[in-house]
């Protein structure tokens, strides 16, 4: 090594410095505590499909063997299940990949990129490690405005991050509103529609974005299996994207992003339709539940499409989100703090087993006479 004290140190690049680190959520209780219910990362409390597990076990005995670095018997299964083009279909390392390599093909220094208000985190941190300027855009009631996003364009706008439905809201925007939306971006501007909650929306207005895309140049919808496939942990996300965007992606993705227990994981998920109805129907029967029962409480609760909630506390004890925080670790169920999503006194709760969902509104009914 030579003289530290005078050598120069390898230096981020502008705004690597700048980013506030993304904090995922926990994953410990506190000690002591026999059962444990993470419901802090949005995971499918069923876990993955059977068959996935199996066919993933099946593949880990053959992973001397590099994957298909096209993922395409995958890409074959999610463009079958979607009646989507083959082509158009992207596989990566959970959709945050994608995510973050749009942000570096189409941002450069002096770029901005839009983002809302309370708009899921990983956006802002992308728009930043590509040197870009972050542009939030505000909400209007915790969900996302169109017209203040079309107001945020600038000449230097080149991309604009929606999550639809929101991660930590829960709320979305009908599909005439997305349309609205991409109608009033420049054509050089590429809307990026992050679907990940899409599985679990019962509502006639709501639309992924499919039929979007088909027809622009100019917009990408990313899905994933980490939600209602149960398979955070393979990391297997999907885009559909018109066939130049395809092109640069393909170019600076990693060879082998998808790897090959993922791939053999996410064909099988794919095929298991039972699993995906089980899980939506569980969900879409203990959201109304915990809606009604947590508002009973008194706490006010965003409306929610997707597999989460999130649980305001009283503005009068700007502390009690933390203190509910902790009152409910101490009893096996962690939730998640989203003071970072622009929300100090408000706790983001998945929607569990049975037996979660019970024990959280019995407990903050607890909690709330303390
Ligand atoms: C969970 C989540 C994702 C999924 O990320 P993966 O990398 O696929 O696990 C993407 N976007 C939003 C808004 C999410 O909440």
Same mark, same amino acid.
């Given at each position: 090594?030579?003289?530290?004290?005078?050598?120069?140190?390898?230096?981020?690049?502008?705004?690597?410095?700048?980013?506030?680190?993304?904090?995922?959520?926990?994953?410990?209780?506190?000690?002591?505590?026999?059962?444990?219910?993470?419901?802090?990362?949005?995971?499918?409390?069923?876990?993955?499909?059977?068959?996935?597990?199996?066919?993933?076990? *099946? &593949?880990? !005995?053959?992973?001397?063997?590099?994957? #298909?670095? %096209? =993922?395409?018997?995958?890409?074959? /299964?999610? +463009? @079958?299940?979607?009646?989507?083009?083959?082509?158009?279909?992207?596989?990566?390392?959970?959709?945050?990949?994608?995510?973050?390599?749009?942000?570096?093909?189409?941002?450069?220094?002096?770029?901005?990129?839009?983002?809302?208000?309370?708009?899921?985190?990983?956006?802002?941190?992308?728009?930043?490690?590509?040197?870009?300027?972050?542009?939030?855009?505000?909400?209007?009631?915790?969900?996302?405005?169109?017209?203040?996003?079309?107001?945020?364009?600038?000449?230097?706008?080149?991309?604009?991050?929606?999550?639809?439905?929101?991660?930590?809201?829960?709320?979305?925007?009908?599909?005439?509103?997305?349309?609205?939306?991409?109608?009033?971006?420049?054509?050089?501007?590429?809307?990026?529609?992050? *679907? &990940?909650? !899409?599985?679990?929306?019962?509502?006639? #207005?709501? %639309? =992924?974005?499919?039929?979007?895309? /088909?027809? +622009? @140049?100019?917009?990408?919808?990313?899905?994933?299996?980490?939600?209602?496939?149960?398979?955070?942990?393979?990391?297997?996300?999907?885009?559909?994207?018109?066939?130049?965007?395809?092109?640069?992606?393909?170019?600076?993705?990693?060879?082998?992003?998808?790897?090959?227990?993922?791939?053999?994981?996410?064909?099988?998920?794919?095929?298991?339709?039972?699993?995906?109805?089980?899980?939506?129907?569980?969900?879409?029967?203990?959201?109304?539940?915990?809606?009604?029962?947590?508002?009973?409480?008194?706490?006010?609760?965003?409306?929610?499409?997707?597999?989460?909630?999130?649980?305001?506390?009283?503005?009068?004890?700007?502390?009690?989100?933390?203190?509910?925080?902790?009152?409910?670790?101490?009893?096996?169920?962690?939730?998640?703090?989203?003071?970072?999503?622009?929300?100090?006194?408000?706790?983001?709760?998945?929607?569990?087993? @049975?037996?979660?969902?019970?024990?959280?509104?019995?407990?903050?009914?607890?909690?709330?006479?303390?």
């Amino acid at each position: 090594m030579n003289d530290a004290s005078a050598a120069p140190r390898p230096r981020p690049n502008p705004g690597i410095m700048d980013i506030e680190a993304y904090v995922p959520g926990k994953s410990h209780g506190s000690a002591g505590v026999a059962t444990v219910y993470k419901l802090s990362s949005n995971e499918n409390p069923f876990g993955a499909s059977p068959a996935a597990i199996e066919a993933a076990t *099946a &593949a880990a !005995a053959r992973m001397e063997f590099y994957p #298909d670095g %096209a =993922a395409m018997r995958l890409r074959r /299964a999610i +463009a @079958e299940a979607h009646g989507l083009n083959v082509a158009n279909i992207m596989c990566f390392n959970g959709s945050d990949e994608v995510l973050s390599l749009l942000a570096r093909i189409y941002l450069t220094p002096g770029d901005e990129g839009i983002y809302t208000e309370h708009g899921f985190l990983a956006y802002k941190i992308y728009i930043q490690a590509s040197g870009a300027t972050p542009v939030m855009a505000r909400e209007t009631e915790e969900r996302a405005d169109v017209d203040a996003i079309l107001a945020a364009v600038t000449a230097r706008t080149r991309i604009v991050f929606l999550a639809n439905p929101n991660n930590p809201t829960g709320t979305y925007l009908p599909f005439e509103e997305i349309r609205r939306l991409h109608a009033g971006l420049p054509s050089n501007v590429l809307l990026v529609i992050d *679907a &990940a909650y !899409a599985e679990y929306v019962r509502r006639n #207005d709501y %639309a =992924a974005g499919i039929e979007l895309v /088909a027809g +622009a @140049e100019n917009a990408v919808m990313t899905r994933t299996f980490s939600k209602v496939h149960g398979l955070g942990g393979a990391r297997i996300g999907w885009a559909y994207v018109p066939p130049h965007v395809a092109q640069a992606l393909e170019r600076v993705r990693d060879p082998f992003n998808v790897n090959a227990m993922a791939i053999e994981a996410g064909i099988a998920a794919m095929g298991d339709r039972a699993h995906v109805e089980r899980s939506v129907a569980h969900n879409n029967h203990w959201l109304g539940w915990l809606t009604g029962e947590l508002s009973q409480l008194g706490l006010r609760v965003t409306p929610s499409v997707g597999n989460f909630l999130l649980i305001h506390f009283p503005e009068a004890k700007p502390d009690s989100a933390a203190a509910a925080d902790e009152f409910l670790a101490a009893r096996g169920y962690i939730l998640r703090r989203v003071s970072s999503y622009g929300f100090p006194n408000a706790l983001r709760m998945t929607i569990g087993t @049975e037996a979660a969902n019970r024990g959280v509104a019995a407990a903050l009914a607890e909690f709330l006479k303390g």
